[in-house]
């Protein structure tokens, strides 16, 4: 069918990130992203993404306290978060929040340069303390307030379960962020960038991304993934799973890409880091679980003369579980990271903007005219 999907269409130009999927390649603004993962933090990456270069020791001082201060939530928030139902999504709550934070923000209609820039800081800072804030109010907790000293994967952990990570798990949680920041014009950005392109507010561009990245076939994919390594079980039974789910048609979740042809850079750091957990935590279940899926996978696909890889989902979902993050943050944690990105791709379109309107082949009837009411059958 003519431009389903617009699989292949160019829609921008951006300086952000560049997936290269026939070679299994990704860069943010230049940088290789196990490069990045190696060797800087999540608020060096949003300083990259915002500002186009990576931050002096200074300017990384001034994005950490300003990120810190962006995770203070105001009582209004939280006022709205606690008269949520306790068993809706958290992607849900976090849609609502949001919309709540853009409401107390004094910037949230101001359209300059300077004042977009702090919302995408408030932005990502709120994202990650809404969704901290909901996990503690749904338990029948009250929320932790943030520490603005801390760096924010680290911040973000102890507000959602309670307790200090260590150093292994907050590196593990802030490389995790680093890796899902930006991607292209991947269906989330791409509904932050049509929605700010119509000269709305950073805010609402905001919630239009995080219900886009909420479904099964985008961010939501993680959570299918744990519910997959969950049912299987035990490593043992991985072959039959996959090979059943195949043969009802079904997709195995965390596998495949729109974009990459080759193996997504992202989930074989994702696996090292799950491995490292794993190990630290004498507990390798869930990727053990993860590892017999994927070379089932692998052989299902030969069989079929297919090359379908495991993507960044397929990992996050052992790394997230095992560090104690409930299934159903997990989407969660895609958007605290995708913020930068989202965030700078709207700061992006601002900068050279027009309006984002394609068309549509209509293929419905013609030529008919309207019979009264009572004569219709
Ligand atoms: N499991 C089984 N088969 C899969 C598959 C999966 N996860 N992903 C793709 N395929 C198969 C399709 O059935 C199709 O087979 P066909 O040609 O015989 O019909 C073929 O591979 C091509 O897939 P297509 O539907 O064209 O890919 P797409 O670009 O439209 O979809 C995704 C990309 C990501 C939506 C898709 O791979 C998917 O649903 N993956 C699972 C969800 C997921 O992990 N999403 C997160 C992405 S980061």
């Given at each position: 069918m003519s431009g389903q999907g617009l699989e292949g269409v160019v829609a921008a130009q951006t300086s952000l990130s560049k997936v290269m999927g026939e070679e299994g390649r990704l860069i943010y603004a230049g940088y290789e992203i196990g490069d990045l993962a190696e060797h800087t933090s999540f608020e060096e990456v949003c300083h990259l993404l915002w500002h186009g270069d990576l931050p002096t020791r200074a300017e990384l001082d001034t994005m950490r306290a300003a990120l810190g201060e962006a995770r203070r939530l105001d009582d209004g928030v939280l006022d709205v978060l606690r008269l949520l139902?306790?068993?809706?999504h958290p992607m849900a709550a976090l849609r609502t929040g949001l919309s709540a934070a853009g409401n107390f923000?004094?910037?949230?209609?101001?359209?300059?340069e300077e004042a977009n820039r702090r919302k995408a800081v408030r932005i990502t800072g709120q994202i990650a303390a809404i969704s901290a804030a909901y996990e503690r109010l749904r338990k029948g907790e009250e929320p932790l307030a943030a520490d603005?000293?801390?760096?924010l994967a680290a911040d973000f952990l102890r507000m959602l379960t309670g307790r200090d990570p260590g150093e292994l798990e907050a590196r593990i949680m802030d490389v995790a962020l680093i890796l899902h920041a930006d991607h292209g014009l991947n269906a989330s950005t791409f509904s932050a960038r049509v929605t700010i392109a119509t000269l709305s507010d950073m805010y609402s561009a905001i919630v239009s991304a995080i219900g886009t990245l909420k479904g099964p076939l985008h961010g939501g994919a993680n959570q299918g993934v744990m519910r997959m390594l969950q049912a299987i079980g035990?490593?043992?039974?991985a072959a039959e799973h996959v090979r059943a789910a195949l043969e009802r048609k079904e997709r195995i979740m965390g596998f495949g890409h729109r974009?990459?042809?080759?193996?997504?850079?992202?989930a074989p750091i994702l696996h090292e880091l799950a491995e490292e957990l794993g190990e630290a935590r004498g507990d390798t279940r869930w990727l053990d679980i993860a590892d017999a899926v994927r070379d089932a996978m692998r052989q299902e696909m030969d069989a079929r003369g297919k090359k379908i890889y495991a993507n960044v989902d397929f990992y996050s979902a052992a790394v997230y579980y095992t560090l104690g993050i409930p299934v159903d943050q997990f989407t969660n944690i895609f958007a605290i990271s995708r913020a930068a990105g989202w965030t700078a791709n709207v700061l992006e379109q601002l900068a050279d903007n027009r309006l984002i309107r394609p068309k549509a082949e209509y293929v419905g009837p013609m030529d008919r005219t309207v019979r009264p009411l009572d004569e219709r059958a």
């Amino acid at each position: 069918m003519s431009g389903q999907g617009l699989e292949g269409v160019v829609a921008a130009q951006t300086s952000l990130s560049k997936v290269m999927g026939e070679e299994g390649r990704l860069i943010y603004a230049g940088y290789e992203i196990g490069d990045l993962a190696e060797h800087t933090s999540f608020e060096e990456v949003c300083h990259l993404l915002w500002h186009g270069d990576l931050p002096t020791r200074a300017e990384l001082d001034t994005m950490r306290a300003a990120l810190g201060e962006a995770r203070r939530l105001d009582d209004g928030v939280l006022d709205v978060l606690r008269l949520l139902p306790r068993d809706i999504h958290p992607m849900a709550a976090l849609r609502t929040g949001l919309s709540a934070a853009g409401n107390f923000d004094p910037d949230a209609e101001v359209d300059t340069e300077e004042a977009n820039r702090r919302k995408a800081v408030r932005i990502t800072g709120q994202i990650a303390a809404i969704s901290a804030a909901y996990e503690r109010l749904r338990k029948g907790e009250e929320p932790l307030a943030a520490d603005p000293a801390s760096p924010l994967a680290a911040d973000f952990l102890r507000m959602l379960t309670g307790r200090d990570p260590g150093e292994l798990e907050a590196r593990i949680m802030d490389v995790a962020l680093i890796l899902h920041a930006d991607h292209g014009l991947n269906a989330s950005t791409f509904s932050a960038r049509v929605t700010i392109a119509t000269l709305s507010d950073m805010y609402s561009a905001i919630v239009s991304a995080i219900g886009t990245l909420k479904g099964p076939l985008h961010g939501g994919a993680n959570q299918g993934v744990m519910r997959m390594l969950q049912a299987i079980g035990e490593a043992d039974e991985a072959a039959e799973h996959v090979r059943a789910a195949l043969e009802r048609k079904e997709r195995i979740m965390g596998f495949g890409h729109r974009v990459y042809r080759a193996l997504d850079p992202r989930a074989p750091i994702l696996h090292e880091l799950a491995e490292e957990l794993g190990e630290a935590r004498g507990d390798t279940r869930w990727l053990d679980i993860a590892d017999a899926v994927r070379d089932a996978m692998r052989q299902e696909m030969d069989a079929r003369g297919k090359k379908i890889y495991a993507n960044v989902d397929f990992y996050s979902a052992a790394v997230y579980y095992t560090l104690g993050i409930p299934v159903d943050q997990f989407t969660n944690i895609f958007a605290i990271s995708r913020a930068a990105g989202w965030t700078a791709n709207v700061l992006e379109q601002l900068a050279d903007n027009r309006l984002i309107r394609p068309k549509a082949e209509y293929v419905g009837p013609m030529d008919r005219t309207v019979r009264p009411l009572d004569e219709r059958a």
